[in-house]
C-alpha cells in the first residue's frame, strides 16, 4: 500500500486528488459528437449480371482435319538433310573462307602481273622542258612512233620480217593522237614523215629525219614547235615489237580491195579479207606501193592500228589464256614509253584507238611538195587549214570539215 493510500480502495494515478469540501462527484457525461458515415445519396448497390446474360463471342466452327504435306528439301539441300536452312553454319564459314582467300590470290596476281608489266616497259626520256614550249591546252595528246629499230632482231628475224639489216633508228610512222574532255570525238592525225619542219638546231629537213638526229627527245620538241600543242605522252614500238603483237592476238583480219605485192616489204598479198600475222601485218602497214604512196601508206596504218587494238582489247583475247598471255609477255619489250608515263596511262590510248565511227582519222592537210637542197622533195603543209586543225584540238573544238583530209573512195 503506497503512502496516502486508503485501505480498500485501489490507487488510481490519473485521478484528481479529492479537494476537502467538495462534494467529489464526476461532472455530467456529454457524449462526443460522432462524425456521420457518408453515402451518396444516389447510391445503388450494383447488381451482378448473370454468366448467361453477358455477351459471348461468336464461336468458330471447328475445321475438318487436314493432314500436313511432306516438307521438302530446299534447292541444292540432298534428301534426308536435316533443316531448311541451306549448310550448317561451319560449313558456311569454310565456303566463306575459301572465297576469301581465293580472292585474295586473284588480287595478289594481278597485283603481281601489273608491277611486272610496269617494270618491264622501256623508257625513254622523250617530253622535255625547254624555254618557248607550248603551254597545255585541253584534253590529252599522245606521240604515237613506228620504229625501224633493229636492235632486238635475230639475222633470222631481218630476213622473214624483210627488215633488212640497216643500222640505226628511224621513224616510219609518226601520228599524233588528242583525247579530248569534252564529247568532241578523239582525233588521230597522221603526220607524214616527208613533212618539211624546221628542226631545233638542224634547219630545214624531213620530219623523220629529227628522229635520226636526236632521237624521240628531238623528234617530240619538233612536233610541239610545228603544231603548237604540248604534248603529254609518248609511246614508240619497233619492227620486231609490231610483229610480235600481232601474232600474240592471233592475226588480224585486213579487206584488201586490190592485190598487193612489194619484194621490198615481203608480202605478196591477193585482193579480199585476209588474215594478216606478224610478217604480213608489217609489210602491209610499211609497204609504199600504190597511186598515192605515203597518203596511202597512212590510212592503211590508221585502219591496221584500230583492228589490232579492237582485237587486243575484245572479250574473246582478254579471257583467253592462249592469246592475254602472249599477249602480255611481248607488248612490254615492245612498246617505250615516256620517262613520266605509267601502265595506267596506256588504257586511255588504246580505247581511243579502238573507237571505231567515234575516231575522228585524218592527215595533217598539205598544199604541195617543195625541192629543198640536200633535202629532197618535201610535202609543205597548209599553213591555213593545219592552223585550224591545231587550234581545234588545242581547245577541244570540232575540227572544221574542210581542215580534214577524207581518205579517197
Not at 233 to 241: C, N, R
Not at 373 to 379: E, F, L, W
Request: with cysteine; aromatic share 6%; proline share 11%.
Amino acid at each position: 500500500m503506497g503512502p496516502g493510500q486508503q485501505p480498500g480502495r485501489r490507487y488510481n494515478p490519473t485521478r484528481k486528488m479529492e479537494q476537502p469540501g467538495s462534494d467529489n462527484r464526476p461532472p455530467p457525461y456529454r457524449p462526443e459528437p460522432s462524425v456521420p458515415q457518408y453515402q451518396p445519396t444516389s447510391y445503388q448497390p450494383q447488381q451482378r449480371q448473370n454468366r448467361a446474360d453477358r455477351p459471348q463471342p461468336p464461336r468458330q466452327q471447328p475445321r475438318a482435319y487436314q493432314p500436313e504435306p511432306p516438307r521438302t528439301p530446299p534447292p541444292g539441300q540432298p534428301p534426308g538433310q536435316k533443316g531448311f536452312g541451306g549448310p550448317p553454319p561451319r560449313r558456311r564459314r569454310r565456303k566463306g573462307r575459301i572465297a576469301l582467300i581465293a580472292l585474295a590470290v586473284v588480287v595478289a596476281l594481278f597485283a603481281g602481273l601489273w608491277v611486272y608489266l610496269e617494270t618491264a616497259l622501256n623508257r625513254v626520256e622523250a617530253l622535255t622542258d625547254y624555254e618557248g614550249r607550248p603551254a597545255a591546252g585541253a584534253g590529252t595528246n599522245w606521240l604515237i612512233v613506228g620504229s625501224d629499230s633493229r636492235e632486238e632482231l635475230s639475222a633470222e628475224d631481218e630476213a622473214r620480217l624483210a627488215t633488212g639489216d640497216a643500222k640505226g633508228k628511224r621513224t616510219d610512222t609518226i601520228m599524233l593522237m588528242h583525247i579530248p574532255d569534252n564529247s568532241t570525238k578523239p582525233t588521230l592525225v597522221s603526220l607524214l614523215r616527208d613533212s618539211l619542219v624546221d628542226i631545233p638546231g638542224k634547219g630545214q629537213n624531213k620530219l623523220n629525219a629529227a628522229f635520226a638526229f636526236g632521237g624521240a627527245p628531238l623528234l617530240a620538241k619538233t612536233v610541239e614547235l610545228e603544231t603548237g600543242l604540248r604534248l603529254d605522252h609518248y609511246v614508240e614500238i619497233g619492227f620486231g615489237g609490231f610483229a610480235n603483237v600481232v601474232d600474240a592476238v592471233g592475226g588480224v583480219e585486213m579487206c584488201l580491195p586490190a592485190p598487193m605485192e612489194d619484194p621490198l616489204a615481203g608480202i605478196n598479198l591477193p585482193a579480199g579479207c585476209q588474215e594478216l600475222d606478224g610478217a604480213n601485218a608489217l609489210g602491209y602497214v610499211r609497204t609504199r606501193k600504190g597511186p598515192r604512196a605515203d597518203l596511202d601508206r597512212v590510212i592503211r596504218q590508221r585502219e591496221f592500228i584500230g583492228a589490232l587494238t579492237d582485237k587486243a582489247t575484245s572479250l574473246g583475247t582478254l579471257v583467253n589464256p592462249f592469246r592475254v598471255i602472249p599477249l602480255l609477255s611481248s607488248a612490254p619489250a615492245a612498246v617505250t614509253i615516256d620517262e613520266g608515263d605509267h601502265l595506267h596511262n596506256l588504257p586511255s590510248l588504246a580505247f581511243a584507238m579502238g573507237a571505231g565511227d567515234g575516231l575522228l582519222t585524218t592527215t595533217v592537210p598539205f598544199g604541195g611538195s617543195k625541192s629543198v637542197k640536200g633535202v629532197g622533195s618535201a610535202i609543205v603543209w597548209d599553213e591555213a587549214k593545219a592552223g585550224k586543225l591545231f587550234t581545234a584540238l588545242r581547245t577541244d573544238a570540232e575540227v572544221p570539215p574542210d581542215a580534214i583530209v577524207a581518205p579517197p573512195k
